[in-house]
C-alpha cells in the first residue's frame, strides 16, 4: 500500500499557512498537560458558544443531560440535542464521540457541532461526554464510550430515538471510540443471536492504531508512510501525538484490539454496519484510515471514502479556508448515507421554522455555519485541540 500522493500540504494550506504564521505558530505544549486541558477547552467552548449565539440555535434545538452509570461505579454525562419544533416523534439518532486526543474537550465545547448537525439533519444528537487524560488511563474511556452507547441504545424511548435508524460517530479521538463501539455491537449481536443496533458508522480523520503497533510491513515504502511522512504536519505533529499517547499510559498492550480496532482481522469484520469516512492527507492519521476503509471493503462493508489531499487534521476548523465549505457539506451527507436504507432512499425532514427565525435557519441550516465573532487566534485554538 501507499497513500503518500496525498500527503503533500496544498497550496490552499500553504497560502493560509503564510497569511497566518503568527497563529499558527502558537502552542501550549510546553505547559503541563491539565494547563494544556484548561487552555483548550476555554478555547473550544468560547468559539461554541459565539456560534451558538450567532446562529440562533439555542432558540432550534433543545438539550437534556443525563448521569449515565459506569463500570467502574462512576457516572458521566449524557448530553442530548434535538430539535424542538419536531415534538416527541421518534427521530433517527447520531450516537457522538467528540475528538482531542483522549483529553481535550467535554459537554460545552460540543454545543454547536451537536445543535448545528441535529437541526440541519433533523436527528437527535446524543453526546457521550466520557472521562480524559489525565485524569484517568488505559482502558477507561473505551469503557466508558461503551457504557454510553449501551445506556443510549436502551433508551432510545426516554430519548425520543427511532431504534432502527441508530448511527454512531466521532472525530479523531472520538472516531477511535466509535470504531470500538461499533466492533463490540457486532461481537454482542453474534454471540446473542440478535440483530446490530446500530444502522451506520462515521469515522471522521479517524485514530485507529497506536503507534507502536501500526504496520509498517503492509506498506510499500516506511518512508512513505504517513507517521513518518507527516510527522512535522500542522495541529497533530508527531510530538503531539506522543503526548497524547504517553498520557494513556503503558499498562495496556498497544495491540490490544480495543485501543487499536483497526488491528481486527477481516473475517472478524463482515456484518459491521455502512461505514463513512471523512480522511485528511497531510494527517499522521491518515495510512491507518485509509488501511481500516480497505480491510471493511474487503470484509464486504459498504464504505464512502472522502479524502481531503494536502489539508492537515481537523483544518474544517479555519474558517477561512475554502475546503471548510465543502468538509461540511460532506459530513452532513456522509451522516445522511450511514442512516438511509439499504435502497438508499433518504426522506427527509425538514425542520419547522418558528416565526421570526427564517433569518436564523437560513444560516443554521446551511452547509456553511456562521462564524462571526471568531477571530483566526480562536480557530487555531480549537483547531490544535483536536
Not at 472521562?131 to 424511548?157: C, M, N, Q, S
Not at 510499500?220 to 498520557?247: M, N, W, Y
Not at 443554521?364 to 455555519?369: G, I, L
Request: charged residues 20%; proline residues 6%; negative net charge.
Amino acid at each position: 500500500m501507499d497513500f503518500s500522493q496525498w500527503g503533500q500540504p496544498s497550496k490552499e494550506w500553504l497560502s493560509f499557512a503564510a497569511a497566518n504564521s503568527a497563529i499558527l505558530s502558537r502552542s501550549d505544549d510546553h505547559l503541563p498537560a491539565l494547563k494544556q486541558q484548561e487552555n483548550a477547552n476555554s478555547g473550544r467552548t468560547k468559539v461554541a458558544k459565539t456560534l451558538i449565539a450567532a446562529t440562533g440555535l439555542d432558540k432550534l434545538v433543545a438539550t437534556q443531560d443525563y448521569a449515565v452509570p459506569t463500570r467502574d461505579g462512576n457516572s458521566i454525562t449524557v448530553r442530548s440535542y434535538r430539535p424542538i419544533l419536531l415534538g416527541s416523534r421518534p427521530l433517527p439518532g447520531y450516537v457522538y464521540y467528540h475528538g482531542g486526543g483522549f483529553i481535550f474537550g467535554g459537554v460545552e465545547t460540543e454545543v454547536f457541532n451537536c445543535s448545528w448537525v441535529a437541526h440541519a439533519l433533523s436527528m437527535n444528537v446524543v453526546h457521550v461526554v466520557y472521562r480524559h487524560t489525565p485524569h484517568v488511563k488505559g482502558l477507561t474511556i473505551w469503557h466508558d464510550a461503551l457504557d454510553g452507547f449501551e445506556w443510549v441504545a436502551t433508551h432510545t424511548e426516554t430519548l425520543g430515538i427511532d431504534p432502527s435508524r441508530l448511527v454512531v460517530g466521532g472525530m479523531s479521538a472520538g472516531a477511535n471510540l466509535t470504531a470500538c463501539v461499533v466492533q463490540n455491537e457486532l461481537r454482542r449481536a453474534r454471540e446473542t443471536g440478535s440483530t446490530s443496533r446500530i444502522k451506520g458508522q462515521l469515522l471522521g480523520i479517524p485514530n485507529l492504531v497506536h503507534s507502536k503497533a501500526f504496520p509498517y510491513h503492509l506498506f510499500a515504502d516506511k518512508e512513505k508512510v504517513s507517521l513518518i511522512q507527516c510527522a512535522d504536519a500542522a495541529v497533530i505533529p508527531k510530538h503531539r501525538l506522543g503526548l497524547f499517547t504517553d498520557l494513556l499510559g503503558d499498562e495496556v498492550d498497544p495491540t490490544n484490539r480495543t485501543w487499536s480496532p483497526a488491528l481486527v482481522e477481516e473475517d472478524e469484520l463482515r456484518g459491521i454496519p455502512p461505514t463513512a469516512f471523512l480522511i485528511t492527507g497531510w494527517d499522521p492519521l491518515r495510512d491507518e484510515s485509509l488501511w481500516y476503509a480497505q480491510k471493511l471493503k474487503n470484509a464486504g462493508v459498504r464504505t464512502k471514502v472522502h479524502i481531503f489531499p494536502g489539508l492537515p487534521h481537523a483544518f474544517n476548523s479555519f474558517r477561512q479556508l475554502p475546503s471548510h465549505r465543502r468538509w461540511n457539506e460532506v459530513l452532513l451527507d456522509c451522516l445522511r448515507w450511514a442512516v438511509a436504507d439499504e435502497d438508499g432512499w433518504i426522506v427527509e425532514l425538514p425542520p419547522a421554522m418558528p416565526s421570526g427565525m427564517e433569518g436564523a435557519a437560513a444560516t443554521t441550516n446551511s452547509t456553511q455555519p456562521a462564524t462571526t465573532g471568531v477571530t483566526p487566534s480562536d480557530a487555531a485554538q480549537a483547531a490544535n485541540s483536536l
